[in-house]
């Protein structure tokens, strides 16, 4: 998980060498000083969402011409009703497709009526293409609030129905939904620790090298275009990048030592890492393209695992300055470095949520490691996970609404996700080792 914990037990903290391979992401955010470490409270309390659902009817979608229409139709509408479900936004009612019209009856002008719509859709064939067209109506009105109308190839049906369930969130809620996002993670199984990418529910999965060597520490660039990891490929813990679609890697950095723990500024014009080319692991920024490199942290200590605030203003990094691996922040440039974390010997692997209010880490309990998160004040500790296994590298998603991260409890490490207060939690992957998730960014339509 992180670079300090794979260090063999007795080992110096005060060199970190390309030996010690771990992936270090850890984030920080501002707490007021001078809070001694004994008055820090540690609370274990598993919250649950205080999200108002929306209620929404489903009517069976209608295929309206062929077998190959009627198979789209069912593909459609499981894919929706999964993405919907799990955005954690709506109480689902599925109804019959003929019920529809009888519903929107009984529930039009209803007075007090909370906030209810009805969605229905369907799909039909047109050559070699499948045409869906699905509606949002108002309960309450029984106004149709959203057509929207898809034609595609049959392997871009889950691409369609991806963004169909972006856009209902987007028309109810103000804002678009993850489904048409991906994951990035590395995984060993076809051979090699490579990099794979997977839509944000687990299908159409896809390894992105082929480098044939160790690879860590995956980070999808701002623009969702780009993905830095440290590859082993040349024999060094070089960074390199690859495009959201694969092909030929290129090299960021390749200083003797290690190069690891990419984090992309907001902006994405510069990236954050680890170095150990002076001897000791240090944080520094570069351009983008590998240029302009600049040392931020000068300490006897390991200083790894950089990562930006989501304003670009701050950049948070794990150290064992104060003896233990704990959590810190630093001016972007370098300056007013303060720790975060005062509760617990072991604290790992954070990551800033989006909106930039909550911290999400890892933190050591017993002999395992869980996810917690806190506020940006370092208080109000809440644990996410339920301690079975090792639970780690935590990774949001671009709205807020939900964590990736790895765990080991049914054994293997695996890729998992849940809502931000540890609620609904589901695994996407099942074959191999799969660890250090990065969730991309929203992609642009076209």
């Not at 979608?61 to 919907?84: C, I, M, Y």
């Not at 859709?121 to 045409?131: F, N």
């Not at 104060?322 to 604290?347: H, I, K, W």
Request: net charge positive; glycine share 10%; charged share 25%.
């Amino acid at each position: 998980m992180s670079c300090m914990k794979n260090g063999a037990a007795g080992r110096s903290r005060r060199r970190l060498g390309a030996a010690a391979v771990g992936v270090c992401s850890i984030i920080i955010l501002l707490m007021p000083r001078g809070i001694p470490a004994q008055e820090q409270e540690v609370r274990l309390e598993i919250k649950t969402s205080e999200v108002r659902l929306i209620k929404l009817y489903i009517a069976g979608f209608v295929s309206q011409s062929g077998a190959s229409a009627a198979k789209a139709t069912r593909q459609f509408e499981e894919v929706v009703s999964s993405d919907l479900s799990f955005s954690g936004m709506f109480d689902i009612r599925r109804i019959q497709a003929n019920d529809a019209t009888s519903l929107l009856t009984t529930l039009k002008g209803q007075n007090g009526l909370a906030e209810q719509y009805l969605l229905d859709g369907g799909a039909s064939a047109e050559a070699d293409k499948l045409i869906f067209e699905g509606r949002l109506y108002d309960a309450r009105s029984s106004k149709e609030v959203l057509s929207k109308r898809y034609k595609f190839g049959e392997g871009a049906l889950r691409a369609a129905a991806h963004r169909f369930s972006d856009e209902i969130l987007l028309q109810l809620t103000g804002e678009r939904g993850v489904s048409s996002t991906n994951i990035a993670f590395i995984s060993d199984m076809a051979g090699p620790k490579e990099v794979f990418v997977m839509d944000c529910d687990g299908n159409e999965l896809k390894r992105l090298t082929a480098e044939k060597s160790l690879c860590l520490s995956p980070k999808w660039s701002p623009d969702g275009q780009r993905i830095a990891y440290t590859s082993y490929s040349r024999g060094n813990p070089d960074l390199h990048v690859v495009g959201r679609f694969g092909g030929k890697p290129g090299v960021l950095s390749a200083f003797k030592g290690l190069n690891s723990s990419p984090a992309w500024s907001p902006d994405g014009k510069r990236i954050a890492l680890t170095l150990t080319k002076d001897g000791n692991a240090e944080i520094y920024v570069m351009n983008s393209d590998g240029s302009g490199l600049r040392r931020l942290t000068s300490n006897p200590a390991i200083d790894s695992s950089p990562s930006w605030s989501p304003n670009g203003r701050f950049m948070a990094f794990t150290s064992d300055r104060s003896g233990s691996p704990q959590v810190y922040v630093m001016e972007s440039d370098g300056s007013n470095v303060r720790r975060l974390t005062f509760a617990g010997s072991y604290n790992d692997s954070p990551a800033w949520s989006p909106k930039g209010d909550r911290i999400a880490y890892a933190a050591r309990v017993g002999n395992n490691f869980q996810i917690y998160i806190t506020d940006v004040t370092g208080s109000g500790i809440t644990q996410l996970t339920d301690s079975r296994g090792n639970n780690e590298n935590p990774s949001w998603s671009p709205d807020g609404r939900h964590i990736a991260f790895s765990s080991s409890r049914d054994g293997k490490r695996q890729i998992y996700v849940m809502n931000a207060d540890g609620a609904n939690v589901k695994r996407l992957t099942s074959s191999g080792e799969n660890y250090s998730p990065s969730w991309s960014p929203r992609f642009e339509w076209n």
